[in-house]
Structure formats: structure tokens, C-alpha cells
């Protein structure tokens, strides 16, 4: 009688999967690939930034994980195209879609252009639309699996630069029209909500703002990198089949509240 507990583990093994990851060079997507990459998945990385791509490749492939780089912009279609052929030519299949790539402002309404506007939204939500459009066929020939699209607490409350703020709320609502759209062909989508995480994307902050954003968790800290990447590891597995269409916070408590945090400082 095969064992019961193994069985389960099984459920969060990705062998035989393929995985493709948006923004894998560094930050989040780098520690995402390398979760799936450990459950045994096959991982296309795909980003803008060649060096650190091919130098990611190259380190998980030493490891023994199959992993192949392939440098396109999110927000162009022909790229898309060109990241379809890839995986499909290298790994023969795709089951896992991560729209993680993403990019922030910091100008506010009265300060931002219509260009900064505009290439927020078109890498953080086309990105992730044009993604899902081209690759969804193929995880339905599949016979289906999970897309993960990296949205943000700015999705669920707000961020000071409007087009990162609407950008990630689209990238929000876009999530639940997929799952509606794509559930009988048996994909998966749901959204994550990162914190304050401690990624390059941060590098920007000051040593005060940074004791400053930490002091409003809960857990008094920024997220790690790899703590995303085990939350896209989970809901790419068969663990997570019966979840879709959900917004996952992984943000160290950041919206469980106001109030939470005026408490804490009374103590
Ligand atoms: N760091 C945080 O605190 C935080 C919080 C919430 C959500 N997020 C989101 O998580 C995701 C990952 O963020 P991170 O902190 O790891 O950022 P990061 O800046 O460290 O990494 C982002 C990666 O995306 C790549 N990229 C940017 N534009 C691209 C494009 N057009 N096409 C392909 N690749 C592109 C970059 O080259 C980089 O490798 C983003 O969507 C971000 O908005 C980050």
C-alpha cells in the first residue's frame, strides 16, 4: 500500500512541469525560478536584462535543473512570440505561466507623463495580459495548469505613483476574468500581493524609509525574495488545485490593518 504521507508531498512535486517566469533575472523572479527549478520544473526565464538572465541560467543549469534563458520585453507581442517558440522548441510543452515582471514609478498624479504612465501600465498589465493570451492555448494542450500573476499590496490598497497603483489593481481584476475564462480548460489563475519586499526594486530607499516601511509590519521586517517564490512554487503544484481566482497577500501582515499597528505602538 503506497504511503499516504509521501502521496501528499507528492502534490507539491513539479517534475514533468514547464515553467515559464517574466522578470527572472533578479529580485523575485530569480528566487521563483529557482523554487520551481527545486521541485523539479523545467524553467524558461525570461527578462529584459540578457547578462543577469544568461548568468542565472547558467548557475541553475550547473545545479542539474533544466533551465534555458530567452531575453524579450513583456510589453511587446513579437517577443511574446519569440518566448513561445522558446519553451515550446527547448522544453516541448508549458504548464506554469509567472507574470512577474514588473517596473515602478515615483512621481505622483500632478508630476507623472503620459510616457511614465504608459510604460508602467504596459509592462506591469499588457505584459501580463499579452502573456496569458499567447501562452494559455498551450497550457489548455497542456492538459491545463497555473498562471501566477505577480500584482502587489498596491493592487489591494494603493501605492503613491498612480500608474503602478492601476496597473496592479488592473492586473488584479484581469485575474479573475482569466480564471473565468480559462477554469474549464483546467488553468489555474490567481494573484499575488507582495509587500515590502527586500528585492533591487527597493534599492531606491533610504536606510529611514526603509526602518520607516518595516515598522508599519506586523513581523517588524521586509519579505525575502525566496518567500515569493515559495508561495508561486505552491500555486503553480497540484497542491494548490482547487485554488483560483484568488488574491493572495504575502506582505508581513502590511494590510491586515491600521489599527493592528497603532496597537503594536502602544505596547
Ligand atoms: N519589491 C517589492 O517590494 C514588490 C512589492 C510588491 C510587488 N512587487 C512586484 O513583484 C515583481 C518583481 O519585483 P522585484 O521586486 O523582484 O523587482 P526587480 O526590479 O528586482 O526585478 C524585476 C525584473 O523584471 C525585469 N523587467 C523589467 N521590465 C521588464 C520587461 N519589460 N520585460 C521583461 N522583464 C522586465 C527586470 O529586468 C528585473 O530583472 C514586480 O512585478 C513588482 O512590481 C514588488
Do not use: C
Not at 63 to 71: C, E, I, L, M, R
Not at 81 to 109: E, K, M, P, S
Request: no cysteine; aromatic share 6%.
Amino acid at each position: 500500500m503506497p504511503d499516504p504521507g509521501r502521496r501528499i508531498l507528492e502534490r507539491t512535486s513539479l517534475d514533468g512541469k514547464v515553467a515559464v517566469v517574466t522578470g527572472a533575472a533578479r529580485g523575485m523572479g530569480a528566487e521563483q525560478a529557482r523554487s520551481l527549478a527545486a521541485r523539479g520544473s523545467a524553467v524558461l526565464l525570461v527578462d529584459v536584462d540578457a547578462d543577469r538572465g544568461r548568468a542565472l541560467a547558467a548557475e541553475l543549469e550547473e545545479h542539474g535543473s533544466a533551465v534555458a534563458f530567452t531575453p524579450a520585453d513583456v510589453s511587446d507581442p513579437a517577443h511574446w512570440q519569440t518566448v513561445r517558440r522558446a519553451v515550446l522548441d527547448r522544453f516541448g510543452a508549458v504548464h506554469v505561466l509567472v507574470n512577474n515582471a514588473g517596473v515602478v514609478g515615483h512621481r505622483r498624479i500632478g508630476k507623472i507623463s503620459r510616457a511614465d504612465w504608459q510604460r508602467v501600465m504596459d509592462v506591469n498589465l499588457k505584459g501580463a495580459f499579452l502573456g496569458m493570451k499567447t501562452l494559455a492555448p498551450d497550457l489548455r494542450d497542456a492538459g491545463g495548469g497555473s498562471i501566477v500573476n505577480v500584482s502587489s499590496v498596491a493592487g489591494l490598497d494603493q501605492h503613491p505613483d498612480p500608474s503602478y497603483t492601476a496597473s496592479k489593481w488592473g492586473l488584479r481584476g484581469l485575474t479573475k476574468t482569466a480564471a473565468q475564462e480559462f477554469g474549464p480548460w483546467r488553468i489555474r489563475v490567481n494573484s499575488i500581493h507582495p509587500g515590502y519586499m527586500d528585492t533591487p526594486m527597493n534599492d531606491f530607499a533610504s536606510p529611514e524609509l526603509r526602518a520607516a516601511k518595516a515598522s508599519l509590519l506586523p513581523l517588524g521586517r521586509p519579505g525575502e525574495a525566496w518567500e515569493a517564490g515559495e508561495l508561486v512554487a505552491f500555486l503553480a503544484s497540484d497542491a494548490a488545485a482547487f485554488i483560483t481566482g484568488a488574491e493572495i497577500a504575502i506582505d508581513g501582515g502590511w494590510t491586515s490593518g491600521a489599527q493592528a499597528t497603532e496597537a503594536r505602538r502602544m505596547h
